[in-house]
């Protein structure tokens, strides 16, 4: 019974040294030393741990130095320590909200309400967690909200990079497909000239002798027209020239006539020189006169041209070869606008401006490094006569026109179906690979009226040959028979040889004469044929 004596006044001191801390903590937490308060409160717990106010103040002091899990903790245990005491229960509550856990805070504020019915403190608590739990499920709710749309927009965006990359394979399915359908059309169209070059060459000799002639015919055409049109241009120089001497001489002899009145002793020794003065004067102002018209003229043919044609940049005549000799050119030049690198709204001042340029660069005279220098050349000149051509150019317009429109409806469809423009090509590239094949068919299409053509006029010349050599033979045959003279030496031949004495004479088979049998009609004979046997 002496020990447990010892001991009380022992556990005595250390609960009153236990208090002196607490006091301290007091004293530091009040002065705002928070760090210094949970020292002094921690000391405190270790001298008696079972004190729950010891545990309620260190919490206070976790909060303020915002340790919310450990205030939380020193709560518990002053709640466990001292279950009837609200105070806890507050500072369990009090960590509980700073935590976000608002039901379990309105359950500790609401258990100290009940043993407290009048702690406003309690109360005061208790609305503001119920204040955080609504704001906290609003916040919940808008999160997520908002994390559904991005669900869902994240759904929606990988259901559009589906459909997107289908649309894009589909349409790289039928590029491919165009470009291989292009690839073959173009081969198609090599091995069809191929074909026709061979067919051209085994033309007999006089037709290709019919088509030099129809060359010669044609420049020999060509020719006389550029002789007319010189001639007549020089005509009626000539006939300005008359005109104009014409009036010169009435107009200096009505001068003379006039000087003639008044002074003729003055027109007799200078009347000459007068004269070729006025005539000089009239060849300068016809001369001013010709300048002038000139001068219009280039003005008003820089009027016509537009500004965009005549900077164009052409390159060098080298580039423009290789442009217009390219792979498969027969085909890709079968537009003339694309050759001469003009657009349809290129006037036709505009057409001959561009073909001075580029002739100028790409004549055989200029390109005597490359293989074929002509043939360039040759392909420009077709250009420029067909837009020259008022009628030509018209239906190659139309053609672009409706090319350009189909395309472009074409390119509308697959937007409104859905097709992401960024995977289709450009619209003017489009457009030009368009009207390549659409002239490319059209040419195609031209040449096999003309295979088919040439194929039925051969056959039509075989048969009117035919017909005619049938009928010179036949001619021929009735004309020999018909000629008397030989028909009459014939039979006079015949007639001679029978003539001759060492002919053979034919003498003419005689017959006997057949007889009547008196015989009944409808009587048989039976023993008849008994002696004929």
């Known amino acids: 019974m002496s020990s447990p004596q010892k001991d009380e006044p022992h556990e005595n001191e250390y609960a009153e040294y ?12 009040k002065a705002g030393d928070i760090p210094l308060s949970i020292t002094y409160y921690t000391q405190a717990i270790d001298m008696d741990p079972d004190n729950h106010v010891y545990y309620s103040n260190r919490s206070a002091a976790y909060m ?49 309400i009940e ?43 990988r259901d559009l990079a589906k459909q997107n990359a289908k649309i894009a394979a589909e349409e790289k399915r039928k590029k491919e497909a165009e470009k291989k359908e292009m690839d073959a059309f173009l081969t198609s169209i090599d091995e069809s000239e191929k074909a ?104 008003a043919r820089d009027q016509l041209l537009t500004e965009k044609y005549t900077n164009q940049d052409l390159g ?41 340029k580029l002739s100028a660069k790409i004549h055989p005279d200029k390109l005597r490094d490359v293989e074929e220098p002509r043939l360039a050349f040759e392909e420009l000149k077709n250009a420029y006569h067909k837009l020259m051509d008022e009628k030509q150019r018209g239906v190659i317009v139309m053609n672009i026109e409706f090319v350009e ?13 859905g097709v992401d423009e960024n995977t289709l090509p450009p619209i003017e590239e489009a457009i030009e690979k368009a009207t390549v094949k659409h002239f490319a068919d059209m040419y195609l299409h031209r040449q096999k009226s003309e295979q088919h053509l040439h194929a039925h006029n051969a056959r039509e010349r075989k048969t009117e040959e035919e017909e005619k050599e049938k009928a010179e033979k036949f001619e021929e ?37 057949e007889t009547r049998l008196e015989e009944k009609h409808g009587v048989v004979k039976t023993e008849t044929w008994k002696k004929k046997w």
């Open 18 to 29: 236990a208090a002196r801390l607490k006091d301290q903590g007091n004293e530091a937490f």
């Open 64 to 112: 303020k130095s915002d340790s919310k899990s450990k205030a939380l903790w020193d709560g518990a245990k002053c709640v466990e320590l001292a279950p009837e005491w609200s105070k806890g229960y507050n500072r369990l509550g009090t960590a509980q909200h700073a935590l976000g856990r608002f039901e379990d805070a309105i359950d500790s504020f609401k258990k100290g």
């Open 115 to 157: 043993l407290d019915t009048n702690n406003q403190a309690l109360w005061t608590a208790l609305a503001k967690a119920q204040d955080g739990q609504a704001i906290e499920k609003k916040r919940r709710f808008a999160e997520a909200a908002r994390e559904r749309a991005i669900e869902e927009e994240a759904v929606r965006q």
């Open 196 to 299: 026709r070059t061979v067919e051209k060459a085994a033309v007999p000799e006089e037709k290709a002798e019919e088509k030099a002639e129809e060359k010669a015919e044609e420049k020999a055409e060509e020719k006389a027209e550029e002789k007319a049109e010189e001639k007549a241009e020089e005509k009626a120089e000539e006939k300005a020239e008359e005109k104009a001497e014409e009036k010169a001489e009435e107009k200096a002899e009505e001068k003379a006539e006039e000087k003639a009145e008044g002074k003729a002793e003055e027109n007799d020794a200078g009347g000459d020189d007068l004269l070729a003065g006025f005539f000089t004067e009239l060849t300068e102002a016809s001369k001013e006169k010709e300048r002038l018209k000139e001068e219009k003229s280039l003005q």
């Open 316 to 356: 060098v005549g080298k580039q423009q070869y290789e442009r217009l000799t390219q792979t498969n050119y027969v085909w890709k030049n079968q537009n003339p606008y694309t050759v001469m690198q003009l657009g349809i709204d290129a006037t036709e001042e505009d057409i001959k401006y561009r073909y001075r």
């Open 405 to 417: 429109k189909e395309t472009r409806k074409e390119r509308k469809r697959l937007l409104n179906k």
């Open 477 to 513: 045959f009735n004309k020999d028979w018909s000629e008397v003279d030989r028909r009459e030496k014939r039979v006079g031949g015949w007639r001679d040889f029978q003539g001759a004495p060492d002919a053979k004479k034919v003498k003419a088979a005689s017959f006997k004469e």
